[in-house]
């Protein structure tokens, strides 16, 4: 299975997940206030130390011969107090976008992963309007001083999923106001910022693509589930899935209850990042924790219950996106967490030929990066979740590659998926990825 040759094959890494020690952050002071937030008590820590020392591993990417790499700027570090621009920062993040560019790692910044400014929060951040003047301010900071490194651009990463869990279900450091209300105007307003930031890099660098990256997974109705079921599924996909897509297409935003139109946003997109992990099961009315965990029959789940692995969930997504949007694609994110690396491998060989078989069909899938390139800190779950292709250990600071990291590194290397690779890393695959073939 051949792939274009001008694939970028990627690995996605965000800021507060590997820097470390990002003091000025409201995730920091989340952590410190009490450390039984954080799911088996170790806490961010060094990370993985890219503060100090991105390069160590975006020459392990390179090793792995990929040519893109997914990262993403900590506003606190760069505007730790507002208006106050730390200059030594902005010259970290020119070295390490420039040690991408000088291992052939082409690369897609965020400029919101999850974080914030402790200073925002104090405004209110994004149940406020005037949190899209303040990105809009760092924005225009970050594209005078870095626009000549940056060819791709994720204004916020997965709003929607970073809405729910910052402003309803109060898994992340919560707002001071939380519920219905304040879910969908933190929405509103970061509509706002995506639109504001959309239109900032675009008078600098037209020619530079920006986009979000939309956290898509496949809701259905629990196996043997009710009309009610199936309706609740359509309805949390809508919202979940479309709603954020949507308002970028046509400027209008459909909250459960009404709509409402916003200025400056329809067609602020060049492509639809896609962040696809797995497939949720509904019933209505929500148990506990909203999804069911009862898994289909057969069902392989990943660590920590994390969820299951649904290939042909990420060709429906891609499928569905470009039916709806017309947009060039890329696979923002995907992946699992595995520490034993005993799914990875087939995970990663199943998704890959269900991104192949949307090109095939001339779908434009533009580019993949696999969620992640090293082991890194999973917010509340702390590092009890290993989603690297290599293996770090927090406290020494020990890179191991996994064997998928060396299966990666052969796809990327090749542009291609083969049978011999299957049977190599994943001896399962070959009789579902090449129908009548034998491992071996
Ligand atoms: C987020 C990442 C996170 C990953 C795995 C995505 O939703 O963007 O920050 O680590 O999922 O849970």
Excluded at 121 to 131: H, L, M, Q, R, Y
Excluded at 235 to 244: E, M, T
Aim: hydrophobic share 40%; net charge negative; aromatic share 14%.
């Amino acid at each position: 299975m051949t792939f274009p040759p001008d694939f970028l094959w990627g690995t996605a890494t965000s800021s507060y997940q590997v820097e470390g020690q990002n003091s000025n952050s409201d995730w920091y002071a989340w952590e410190m206030a009490d450390p039984g937030r954080i799911k088996g008590a170790l806490n961010c820590g060094l990370a993985c130390n890219w503060w100090a020392n991105a390069e160590a591993d975006l020459d392990i990417a390179a090793e792995m011969r990929t040519n893109a790499h997914r990262l993403s700027l900590e506003w606190s570090r760069i505007e730790p107090e507002p208006s106050v621009f730390d200059s030594a920062a902005i010259e970290r993040y020119r070295a390490i976008l420039q040690a991408c560019h000088d291992r052939g790692l082409e690369p897609m910044v965020t400029l919101h992963h999850f974080s914030n400014p402790r200073w925002l929060v104090e405004k209110g951040d994004f149940n406020s309007e005037i949190v899209a003047d303040y990105f809009q301010r760092y924005t225009a900071k970050v594209v005078a001083e870095l626009g000549d490194l940056i060819p791709k651009w994720i204004t916020i990463n997965e709003p929607i999923t970073y809405a729910v869990l910052r402003y309803l279900s109060r898994e992340f450091p919560y707002a001071e106001r939380t519920g219905m209300g304040a879910l969908f105007e933190a929405i509103h307003n970061m509509l706002r910022c995506h639109a504001a930031a959309y239109h900032t890099i675009k008078e600098s660098y037209p020619a530079a693509l920006v986009g979000t990256a939309n956290n898509m997974q496949v809701f259905e109705a629990r196996p043997g589930g009710n009309a009610l079921d199936r309706w609740w599924a359509r309805v949390v996909d809508r919202l979940y899935n479309d709603s954020w897509q949507d308002a970028l297409h046509t400027g209008r935003y459909r909250g459960l209850l009404g709509s409402r139109r916003f200025a400056h946003l329809a067609g602020t997109y060049d492509f639809v990042g896609i962040n696809y992990y797995t497939r949720f099961y509904l019933r209505f009315p929500p148990p506990p924790g909203f999804v069911d965990r009862e898994w289909g029959e057969g069902a392989i789940v990943s660590d920590g219950d994390y969820g299951e692995v649904y290939p042909y969930g990420l060709y429906r997504t891609m499928n569905h996106v470009w039916q709806r949007y017309g947009a060039p694609i890329y696979i923002t994110e995907n992946g699992l967490p595995d520490a034993a690396d005993r799914m990875r491998p087939a995970f990663l060989l199943d998704h890959l030929r269900q991104v192949w078989h949307a090109i095939s069909f001339c779908y434009p899938i533009m580019g993949y990066y696999h969620w992640s390139l090293v082991d890194n800190f999973e917010w509340d779950r702390g590092w009890t979740q290993r989603f690297g292709l290599v293996a770090v250990d927090p406290e020494t600071q020990v890179r191991t590659w996994r064997p998928s990291a060396h299966l990666y590194r052969e796809i990327a290397g090749s542009y291609t998926l083969t049978d011999d690779m299957a049977a190599r890393y994943a001896p399962e695959m070959v009789g579902v990825m090449w129908p009548g073939k034998e491992p071996g």
